[in-house]
């Protein structure tokens, strides 16, 4: 009997623990079970936090390609000239708000871009106005590796010192340069098609096929540039370019073009084949720099031989010094003559000396005294205030 009542009670005990460790098994079935409802909760929200942030890193990716595919920049120049024409003792005191021109560009690809220039000179245009509004640019430029680029449609000629970098803080002195401006002729552009090939590390190479010049029957190089307006393309310009830069501080260049017919079948007597050849050199050593360029046309026919302008040429050499970032003081001789082709003394000269302070790199002030001599006599001084962003 007691035996019996013993094996009872450990059933019983047996029993009650199985049943207590039953009770705990499926406790920790549920508590495993919750977890793994939190875990997949927790899994799907990561997955649409993962998401959201693609989509927010798309947005960010997509806009911020588009700030920085258009491009806006531009620059401007105001003037003051108080000059003295000693033959005619008239005086010329003058503000001018020169030019003010905005750039747009646009980038399609990494290796496909468009830039454009517009330009208001004299501050108004219209009838009667003093102003004009001129595009100076517009065209697409296509890399094609990373030694060929080409541009096709309205550009800068690659001509000079000036002609494709004139922006105020670039260059020193009021007014630009007078070689440039009556002979080259600054600033230039034309239409058509310019190749430039990277031939090897600082030597580079330009062809350029455009629209030319219309001088009319004056033989005035700066008259002849038709802007791209309408302009007559009777006989096309053929431009090549060479410029080496492999040395540090020194740039050399030199440019030709050939002109079959600078008068675009205008010509009474016969056809005004030019050629122009141009030359210059700029070397920077610590804060001295020193620049010179000559440029010379050549051009046959009778009509311009008889105006004295079968030769036009000039020259000029321009040494500075840079104190510091902010200021800095050149000199400039410049001579040249758009009647070379007589045997009068027609030649002028124009000596330059000034200051630029810089208020920003991109903000300069100028002054700068002006003597005219050879063919012309006037003296004077210019105040300007330039700017580019």
């Not at 094996?7 to 920790?28: D, H, I, N």
């Not at 989509?55 to 911020?64: P, Q």
């Not at 000059?83 to 005086?91: A, F």
């Not at 108004?124 to 094609?144: K, M, P």
Request: no cysteine; net charge negative.
């Amino acid at each position: 009997m007691r035996k019996t009542l013993i094996a009872a009670a450990l059933l019983a005990t047996f029993a009650s623990q199985g049943a207590y460790a039953s009770e705990e098994t499926q406790e920790l079935r549920n508590i495993i079970e919750q977890q793994q409802k939190v875990l997949k909760d927790l899994e799907k929200r990561l997955e649409e936090t993962e998401k959201r942030v693609e989509k927010t890193a798309d947005v960010v990716e997509e806009s911020s390609s588009a700030k920085s595919a258009t491009t806006i920049g531009g620059y401007g120049e105001l003037h003051y000239n108080n000059i003295t024409d000693n033959k005619s003792g008239k005086d010329k005191k003058e503000f001018d708000f020169h030019r003010f021109v905005l750039f747009v560009g646009h980038e399609f690809t990494a290796n496909t871009r468009f830039f454009s220039e517009l330009e208001v000179e004299h501050s108004i245009s219209g009838d009667g106005q003093n102003g004009e509004v001129e595009l100076e640019q517009a065209y697409i430029e296509h890399d094609f590796s990373d030694a060929l680029t080409a541009k096709a449609g309205l550009f800068l000629m690659p001509v000079g010192i000036i002609n494709e970098t004139h922006e105020p803080p670039a260059f020193y002195g009021v007014e630009r340069n007078p070689v440039e401006k009556d002979i080259l002729p600054a600033t230039w552009w034309e239409a058509g098609l310019n190749l430039n090939i990277k031939a090897a590390p600082g030597l580079a190479f330009d062809a350029a096929v455009t629209s030319g010049l219309n001088v009319g029957d004056d033989y005035k190089i700066r008259g002849g540039r038709q802007k791209v307006s309408k302009a007559k393309a009777e006989d096309l310009a053929y431009t090549a370019r060479v410029k080496y830069t492999a040395v540090p501080g020194l740039e050399l260049a030199a440019t030709a073009q050939y002109q079959s017919d600078l008068t675009q079948g205008a010509g009474d007597v016969d056809t005004a084949s030019a050629t122009l050849i141009t030359a210059h050199a700029i070397y920077s050593i610590e804060n001295f720099t020193i620049k010179a360029l000559y440029a010379q046309w050549d051009i046959d026919g009778q009509e311009a031989k008889a105006l004295g302008r079968d030769e036009q040429s000039g020259y000029y050499i321009e040494p500075s010094y840079r104190f510091n970032e902010s200021f800095g003081i050149f000199a400039r001789y410049n001579a040249w003559d758009n009647n070379a082709g007589n045997g009068d003394d027609t030649e002028i000269t124009q000596t330059n000396v000034g200051v630029n302070y810089w208020l920003h790199e991109n903000v300069v002030f100028k002054a700068d005294y002006e003597k005219v001599g050879g063919a012309k006599d006037s003296d004077g001084f210019n105040l300007g205030i330039g700017y580019q962003f």
